[in-house]
């Protein structure tokens, strides 16, 4: 089967460091991957890569055979004008950190912005939608609050929830329960989870190991920008190969 | 003091008046080029951020001379210098040169205040707004501006203020408002005295309750609006 994901040779320097020195992945529909490693191993660069929010030096990104942020005229590769570039974008889910909700929108209109502007939508279908997608992420009865009113673990589900209202191939999640407080994690995992048990293409940076090595198909460890190594999870996690990740492994658990 | 106050006996009625209708003038003239200069500085905030290189040069050169002159020579300029240059199609009335230079002028000092207020926001909010597949153009009109406008009103009532006092300035293009009134009626009057004290009273009634929609928006848009 044709892979959903394709990433050939990506390379991402920032001035004279390189932060990504030639990455390839393949990721099949439906599979959910996640991503390790150490802070500085380029794990963040190269999802926000894959959705262009960060150009890639170089190498190609394909998501169902088509290129990301670029085209071909003539044989050669050019970047997407403004416009392709954010259709693109639209069926790719992102989802940052820090939440990055909307401060100036309640929770319901957060989730409908994109709806209604992108798709098109009319006010009340995109509502309905949004509204509904709240509703899957247990906030419904939040609706009408402002973000600065919820707590991180409420935001960073709404955040989710603006996310799967687009209706996205592919979700990248980058490191999305690390600016929560403990007690807040658990309700973010659980959605994750949920979301994973519905078939839908994941692409997770994370440092919660038994989680990844719960609900994830294959895991990725990274270091230096490259991939030091790859495989299932009970794998990486019980036996990895490379002392690296041993090392990695050890200093995560021992935390 | 009570020999002050006596000046006024003969005059009150009619200065009253007369400056009552002057300072209609004058807020007439601050409203339309304080809208002129928004207008400007919109445009002159948001060229840059299209990233074409000749218009960003030219809106920094805008900005960096209006900013360093003062609106007094700009005035003289508009009213007097270019039609005298030759450029008779400049020649305009006196009010509308006046509320070019007001709002040429205060279009440089909004640019930076519109700025500063789209810089404030974290970056985040725009790549959230991408990454839902907004074009810049939408993230900005509907995720960065919005925000930003909220920054920024305190600054701009601000600016209010100081345009509202500046458009006595424009009095000695002869534009009619209330200074130029103020000016009429001391030399007609010989009390000049007394009708410079009047005619501060009237922009005293006028710019306070500017001064207090600034008190109370740093207050309102002080609190709340973090971003996530």
Known sequence: MKPLL????????????????????DVARGEKLSIIGPSGSGKTTLLRCINYLEKPTAGHIYVDDKLIGEKQVNGKFVHLSDRELAKERAEIGFVFQRFNLFPHLTALDNVSVAPRRVLGLEKRDAEERALAMLEKVGLAHKAGEYPERLSGGQQQRVAIARVLVMQPKLILLDEATSALDPELIGEVLKVIRELAEEGRTMIMVTHEIPFAEEISDRVIFMDDGKIVEEGPPHEIFSNPTHERTRVFLRQIIDR | MIDFLRGYEDYLGGWLWEMGIASLATLQLMFVSFWLACAIGMVAALIPMARIKSLNLLVKLYIGFFRGVPVLVILYWIYFALPEMGYEVLVVSSYTAAILGLGIHGGAFLAEIFRSGIESLHKGQMEAALSLGMTPAKAMAYIVLPQAIRVVLPPIANFAVGLLKETALCSIIAAPELMLRAKDLASSSFLPMHAFVMAAVFYYIMSFPLMRAVEYLE??????????
């Open chain 1, 6 to 25: 394709r990433i050939v040779d990506l390379h991402k320097s920032f001035g004279t460091l390189e932060v990504l020195a030639g990455i390839s992945i």
């Open chain 2, 219 to 228: 207050v309102k848009m002080g609190k709340g609006l973090r971003t996530g």
